[in-house]
Every structure is written in structure tokens, then in C-alpha cells.
């Protein structure tokens, strides 16, 4: 999905987070935002909020709300890569050896 990679900003989120959130869902009519890759709106119902450029602008207008499914998928991404990202950092300790299985 264009504009979800690689992102680490859920623990950098602003102070008024939870006010803004409500307020973005509110402005959404708590529909889901989303697109698909051919522009169809999704329909469910929002319960989050999404970055829509992903990054540190956290201004309204760079928030939508967005589904229980699509939030699912996005979180799903993020955290393969971290994995991903991680496993990589860990081979590096180990260069003398082939990969464990467990690291796998
Ligand atoms: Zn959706």
C-alpha cells in the first residue's frame, strides 16, 4: 500500500493523541477512509486512526479513519518489516556461522 512503509511512530505519537483521534473519527463519520488499489472506498466502519503520508504529521489533515481490517493489515506490514529488520541486525552478530534455524 502506497504511503504505509516503514513506519516506527506509534510510540512517538503527540500528547493529545486520544482527543485528536476522536476527533478525526468524528469528522470521518467513523467510515473507513481507506482505498483500494483501483480507488474504491472501503465501507466498514472506522475504529482507528490512520497517517495518511506516513509520517511525524500528526495535523487532522494528515489523519482518516480507518477499519478494524485495514488497521490490521497496516499493523501486519509494519511488524513483518521490523521483523524483518531485526532478524538482519541479529545475523550480523553471527558471521562466522550460517543463519539458525531459530532466527528464522
Ligand atoms: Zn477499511
Known amino acids: 500500500m502506497p504511503g504505509w512503509e516503514g513506519s516506527d511512530r506509534?510510540?512517538?505519537?503527540?500528547?493529545?493523541?486520544?482527543?485528536?483521534r476522536k476527533r478525526v473519527l468524528r469528522r470521518d463519520s467513523h467510515r473507513c477512509?481507506?482505498?483500494?488499489?483501483?480507488?474504491?472506498?472501503?465501507?466498514?466502519?472506522?475504529?482507528?486512526?490512520?497517517?495518511?503520508?506516513?509520517?511525524?504529521?500528526?495535523?487532522?489533515?494528515?489523519?482518516?479513519?480507518?477499519?478494524?481490517?485495514h488497521h490490521d493489515k497496516k499493523s501486519g506490514a509494519e511488524g513483518a518489516r521490523a521483523r524483518a529488520a531485526a532478524i538482519r541486525r541479529t545475523a550480523k552478530r553471527f558471521t562466522r556461522a550460517e543463519a539458525h534455524p531459530g532466527l528464522l
Open 33 to 69: 477512509r481507506a482505498r483500494s488499489a483501483w480507488g474504491e472506498r472501503c465501507r466498514d466502519t472506522a475504529v482507528d486512526v490512520d497517517h495518511i503520508i506516513n509520517n511525524d504529521d500528526h495535523s487532522e489533515s494528515n489523519l482518516q479513519a480507518i477499519c478494524q481490517w
Open 10 to 20: 506509534r510510540h512517538r505519537l503527540p500528547p493529545d493523541w486520544g482527543a485528536r
